[in-house]
C-alpha cells in the first residue's frame, strides 16, 4: 500500500512537471510567420511590352563619295549643330578629279574655239561662193558639237567640285550622336553609314509586338508608358507598325508617340508600355489578401510587426489578382492565409 503511495507520488511529479514544461514552451512559442508583399499601382502589374525611348526622327549619315577617314569630330551622345564637320574622310583623289575635270573643260574650250572660227571663216568662204553650202553646214554642225562638249566638260568639273565638299561629313540639323560605326583610317565607300543622328525634339517609345497580339495592336490606337528609372508616366498613341516582322526575332517593330514627354527625354531609356483601354488606378494586390467579413472587404496591414485591418473597396477584379481602393502607400500587406490571424497579432514576416 505504501509502495502504491510513492508511485502516485512520482506519477504526479512528472505530470507536474510535463505540464510545467508545456506552459513554458506555450509561452515562449514564436509569433507566426506570414507571407507578405509592398502592394504596387495596377498599371504597373498590368501586363504590357517592354520599349526603349527613341528619337523621332534617326538619320543615318553616309559620305557620298568614298575614301579614307582622316579624323572623327565627336563622340557617341555629343550634341552637334546644324553645319558642324563630324568626320573628315581623304579629299586627295577627289582633288585629282577636280584637276582632270578642270583641265577636260579647258580642252573643250579650245575645241569650241576652234569650231567656231572655222564655222566664221567658212562663212566667208560661202558668201564669196567659194564653197557649197552643204560644206558650211558640216562646219556649223561641228561648231554645235564642240560647243555641246564644252558644256558637258563644265558640268563634269562642276560635279568633282562639289565631291570636294562632300569629303566633310556635315550634321544637317540639331540633334545627338546615337551611333558611330566608322574611324579614323577605315576605308568607306560611299553611301555607307557611318554614324547616325537622332534629332533634337520628339521622343518615341519603341517595342517589339509578337504575332501573337498582332491582332489585338492597330496604328492610333492609345498607349500608356512608364519608365523603369524613375516611374514617370506618359501618354501617347501607336504611330506606326512595321507590315513585315524581323528576320531574326520574328516580332512587328512598333513606335509609340508621345504626346506628354519632354524632348530632352533621354536616349535609350527603358519603359513599359500599355496599349488600348485606359488604365486602372488603385493598388493591385493578390485575390488571397482579401478578407471578407459581412459585406465589408478588408487587408491586412503590418505595421510594427502586427497586422491592422484595412478596408479596401474592389474596383476591378483581374485573371490572378484585384486592384483595390483605399490603401496607403507602399503597405505591407499579408497574402496568405488571411483568416487564420486577427487584429492586432504579432506576426513574423519573411
Known amino acids: 500500500m505504501q509502495q502504491c503511495s510513492y508511485i502516485t507520488i512520482i506519477l504526479a511529479s512528472l505530470l507536474a512537471l510535463f505540464a510545467g514544461c508545456g506552459n513554458e514552451q506555450s509561452r515562449e512559442s514564436p509569433p507566426p510567420l506570414v507571407r507578405t508583399m509592398t502592394v504596387g499601382d495596377a498599371a504597373a502589374s498590368e501586363a504590357g511590352y517592354t520599349g526603349t525611348v527613341r528619337g523621332r526622327y534617326e538619320t543615318r549619315l553616309a559620305f557620298q563619295v568614298g575614301g579614307q577617314v582622316l579624323s572623327r569630330n565627336v563622340n557617341v551622345g555629343a550634341h552637334v549643330r546644324a553645319g558642324d564637320v563630324l568626320m573628315v574622310i581623304d579629299a586627295r583623289d577627289v582633288q585629282q578629279q577636280v584637276n582632270a575635270a578642270n583641265a577636260a573643260v579647258q580642252a573643250a574650250l579650245s575645241r569650241y574655239d576652234l569650231a567656231r572660227t572655222e564655222r566664221a571663216?567658212?562663212?566667208?568662204?560661202?558668201?564669196?561662193?567659194?564653197?557649197?553650202?552643204?560644206?558650211?553646214?558640216?562646219?556649223?554642225?561641228?561648231?554645235?558639237?564642240a560647243e555641246a562638249a564644252y558644256r558637258q566638260a563644265v558640268a563634269q568639273d562642276s560635279a568633282s567640285r562639289n565631291a570636294l565638299g562632300y569629303t566633310n561629313l556635315v550634321?544637317?540639323?540639331?540633334?545627338?550622336?546615337?551611333?558611330?560605326?566608322?574611324?579614323?583610317?577605315?576605308?568607306?565607300?560611299?553611301?555607307?553609314?557611318?554614324?547616325?543622328?537622332?534629332?533634337?525634339?520628339?521622343?518615341?517609345?519603341?517595342?517589339a509586338v509578337p504575332e501573337s497580339?498582332?491582332?489585338?495592336?492597330?496604328?492610333?490606337?492609345?498607349?500608356?508608358?512608364?519608365?523603369?528609372?524613375?516611374?514617370?508616366?506618359?501618354?501617347g498613341t501607336l504611330r506606326e507598325l512595321s507590315p513585315v516582322p524581323d528576320a531574326a526575332t520574328r516580332t512587328y517593330t512598333a513606335r509609340i508617340a508621345l504626346t506628354d514627354a519632354p524632348a530632352d527625354l533621354p536616349l535609350g531609356m527603358t519603359a513599359r508600355v500599355r496599349l488600348g483601354a485606359s488604365v486602372q488606378s488603385g493598388a493591385a494586390i493578390p485575390l488571397s489578401a482579401l478578407y471578407q467579413t459581412d459585406d465589408t472587404t478588408a487587408v491586412y496591414v503590418v505595421e510594427d510587426d502586427a497586422v491592422r485591418l484595412y478596408p479596401v473597396t474592389v474596383t476591378a477584379f483581374?485573371?490572378?489578382?484585384?486592384?483595390?481602393?483605399?490603401?496607403?502607400?507602399g503597405a505591407r500587406i499579408?497574402?496568405?492565409?488571411?483568416?487564420?490571424?486577427?487584429?492586432?497579432?504579432?506576426?513574423?514576416?519573411?
Do not use: C, F
Open 121 to 145: 571663216r567658212y562663212e566667208q568662204l560661202y558668201a564669196a561662193q567659194a564653197i557649197s553650202e552643204a560644206m558650211l553646214d558640216q562646219y556649223r554642225t561641228n561648231e554645235h558639237a
Open 171 to 207: 550634321a544637317g540639323a540639331d540633334g545627338v550622336i546615337s551611333n558611330i560605326t566608322a574611324e579614323e583610317g577605315q576605308i568607306i565607300a560611299a553611301g555607307q553609314t557611318v554614324m547616325t543622328l537622332t534629332q533634337e525634339g520628339e521622343r518615341e517609345i519603341e517595342i
Open 213 to 235: 497580339s498582332l491582332a489585338a495592336v492597330a496604328v492610333g490606337m492609345p498607349a500608356a508608358v512608364s519608365l523603369w528609372a524613375n516611374s514617370a508616366a506618359y501618354t
Open 318 to 329: 483581374r485573371t490572378n489578382d484585384a486592384v483595390v481602393a483605399g490603401l496607403p502607400p
Open 334 to 350: 499579408v497574402t496568405a492565409g488571411v483568416h487564420q490571424l486577427h487584429e492586432g497579432e504579432k506576426v513574423r514576416t519573411k
